[in-house]
């Protein structure tokens, strides 16, 4: 069986993901890849230049929305002159999205018809996040789901299809740990690089600092905590999502601004281990509206940090609560993030990161995904 193995993100979780994804595939299957630059591609992709963040405030809604309309119709495009070359059995989207669908699905659907099957991983399951009117935003989604003949999921769901008149069969795949490189510095000797004292008890926050993480009410927490310090690592995801000055200006505020320490601003894969050596304990403190695997969890696994965690339910609150990884709190509470660090700071529990990673392994992954592909 022949795959092409489209990828089109260029950095973050996503593209972590469909790294060790199709290595892990390629050892016993023909891939063919598709991704964009810096994922060490077959098949090359041309990604338009992009705007530096703190440009985009400056840049009108017209021309943000059409920058985004191209990142969408760009890859897609590319893949579907890349079928028509490659001519695979099969095609495998690393990530799936319903933007703009009514305008490029049927593309996929003519492959379809001429007998290239299409499977997707589907990191984001429940798609309530509407642009534009509803009737268009449901259109999209069954749009999207039309071509598809099976969907990879992290946990056991319904698929909301918008009315496609098939069912999709849904796959549950494990979600691998992303590995990172590890220097040699001691713990000691990093707290004295970020300037955080021995005695401190250190959250970590890691990776695109977005509205729905909730470091705002993580912030309120740590307040009342006087031991607990704060290190925020990323930078800030879209000019629509609250600034890192924004957080500063609340740390200040609340009088815990000497407490925090900012690494704003993309993270080197060969720094990753420093923040995650440095910490106590990782936050993942999204919102309700989190209802997927986290990838910062999954960089975590290889460091064995206790977490403090929430979300709406879905991979991520499954996985700490049937291993014990840390603190399960109710999203979107200040008060319950405090009674999470309460019990934290008290308590550090017994992890079951081993059998974590037994159960979360890129090799499980693989071998399910190729199974559903020989099956369809």
């Known amino acids: 069986m022949k795959i092409l193995y489209f990828c089109s993100e260029a950095e973050g979780g996503l593209a972590s993901y469909a790294q060790f994804q199709s290595q892990v595939l390629a050892q016993i299957a023909d891939v063919a890849w598709l991704a964009p630059d810096g994922l060490n591609p077959l098949v090359p992709m041309d990604r338009p230049a992009s705007i530096p963040l703190q440009l985009m405030r400056g840049v009108g809604l017209c021309t943000r929305a059409a920058r985004f309309a191209r990142s969408v119709f760009e890859p897609l495009l590319f893949l579907d002159k890349t079928i028509g070359r490659v001519r695979p059995d099969c095609v495998l989207l690393s990530s799936w999205s319903e933007y703009f669908a009514p305008l490029w699905a049927w593309r996929f659907r003519r492959w379809r018809k001429r007998g290239v099957r299409f499977a997707a991983v589907i990191h984001d399951p429940v798609r309530d996040f509407v642009r534009g009117p509803l009737w268009w935003h449901r259109w999209s989604i069954r749009e999207a789901y039309s071509f598809l003949d099976v969907a990879f999921v992290h946990e056991a769901i319904e698929l909301d299809t918008a009315g496609l008149a098939r069912r999709i069969p849904t796959v549950v795949i494990p979600h691998g740990p992303y590995l ?45 905590y006087p031991d607990v310090w704060l290190l925020v690592a990323g930078r800030e995801q879209s000019a629509s999502q609250r600034t890192v000055a924004w957080y500063q200006k609340l740390a200040e505020d609340l009088g815990v601004a000497d407490r925090c320490r900012w690494a704003n601003g993309f993270v080197p894969e060969c720094d990753v281990w420093e923040f995650f050596t440095v910490a106590d304990a990782v936050a993942l403190t999204y919102s309700r509206d989190f209802r997927s695997a986290s990838g910062v969890l999954n960089v975590n696994a290889q460091f064995r940090k206790t977490v403090l965690a929430s ?26 993030l405090k009674q999470g660090l309460a019990r934290m700071l008290a308590n550090r529990p017994d992890a079951r990161w081993g059998e974590y990673l037994v159960d979360h392994s890129w090799e499980e992954n693989a071998k399910r995904v190729l199974g559903a592909l020989c099956a369809i």
């Open 180 to 224: 990172v490189p590890v220097g040699t510095a001691s713990p000691t000797e990093l707290r004295r690089k970020f300037d955080i004292p021995e005695s401190a008890y250190l959250l970590l926050s890691f990776g695109h600092i977005r509205d729905g993480k909730n470091l705002n009410l993580l912030i309120e927490a740590m307040a009342a």
């Open 311 to 336: 979300s709406g339910p879905g991979p991520l609150k499954t996985a700490v609560e049937q291993y014990q990884l840390g603190e399960w709190v109710a999203p979107d509470s200040a008060e319950s």
